[in-house]
C-alpha cells in the first residue's frame, strides 16, 4: 500500500509536485477540490464529497491533494503512511496565488475544478489562505503527530525544497 497525503496551504506549489510523485510512483491523484467543488464553486452536497473521499480512502494506492474539511484532514492523517507538508512562508503563498489568477485570466487553469474559473474567487482565495495560515496550519502538526504517528512526515519549508523534492521524489 502507498498512501500519500498532500497538504498546505493555496498556491505553495503542491500540485506540481503531486503531479511529480504521481508519475515517479505510478499513484492515481485526486485533488480534493475536484470532489468537493461543482461548476461555479457550489460546494458538493456533504454526503456526496464525504462518499467520494471514503472511497478514494478504501483504495490501496493513492495520493490525496488537498485540505476539504478538518474531518476528512483527520481522517486522511488515519489512513496514510506519508505526509508531505508544503509550509512555505505566507509571502510565498499569497504571491505564487496573485501570479496564478493573473495567469488564468489568459490561460484558464487546467488543474482546478471544472466550470469554477479562477479570477472571479480571488478576494475569496486570499481571505481562505489567511484563514488557513492564521487558524488551521498552526493545528496541523499536533493533528500530524497524534493521527498519523506511524507515517512518514516530509516537512517542506522552502520553494527550493519543494524544486527539490519534485526533481527527486522518494
Known amino acids: 500500500m502507498v498512501r500519500v497525503m498532500v497538504i498546505g496551504n493555496a498556491a505553495g506549489g503542491k500540485?506540481?509536485?503531486?503531479?511529480?510523485?504521481?508519475?515517479?510512483?505510478?499513484?492515481p491523484y485526486h485533488a480534493i477540490d475536484q470532489i468537493q467543488w461543482q461548476p461555479g464553486w457550489v460546494p458538493v452536497p456533504g454526503?456526496?464529497?464525504?462518499r467520494a473521499h471514503d472511497a478514494i480512502l478504501r483504495q490501496d494506492r493513492w495520493l490525496i491533494d488537498g485540505f476539504g474539511s478538518w474531518d476528512?484532514?483527520?481522517?486522511?492523517?488515519?489512513?496514510?503512511?506519508t505526509v508531505i507538508f508544503v509550509d512555505h512562508p505566507i509571502?510565498?503563498?499569497?504571491?505564487?496565488?496573485?501570479?496564478r489568477q493573473i495567469k488564468s485570466l489568459f490561460a484558464g487553469r487546467s488543474d482546478g475544478p471544472p466550470g469554477c474559473p479562477m479570477w472571479p474567487v480571488t478576494i475569496r482565495l486570499f481571505r481562505m489562505m489567511w484563514g488557513?495560515?492564521?487558524?488551521t496550519l498552526p493545528r496541523l502538526p499536533?493533528?500530524?503527530?497524534?493521527h498519523a504517528s506511524s507515517a512518514r512526515l516530509i516537512h517542506i519549508t522552502s520553494p527550493a525544497r519543494l524544486n527539490a523534492f519534485a526533481q527527486n521524489p522518494v
Open 72 to 81: 476528512t484532514v483527520l481522517t486522511r492523517l488515519e489512513a496514510c503512511d
Open 91 to 99: 509571502a510565498v503563498h499569497f504571491w505564487w496565488a496573485t501570479k
Open 47 to 50: 454526503d456526496t464529497y464525504l
Open 142 to 146: 499536533r493533528a500530524i503527530e497524534t
Open 15 to 27: 500540485s506540481t509536485m503531486c503531479r511529480a510523485i504521481c508519475a515517479a510512483h505510478d499513484l
Open 132 to 135: 488557513l495560515h492564521r487558524e
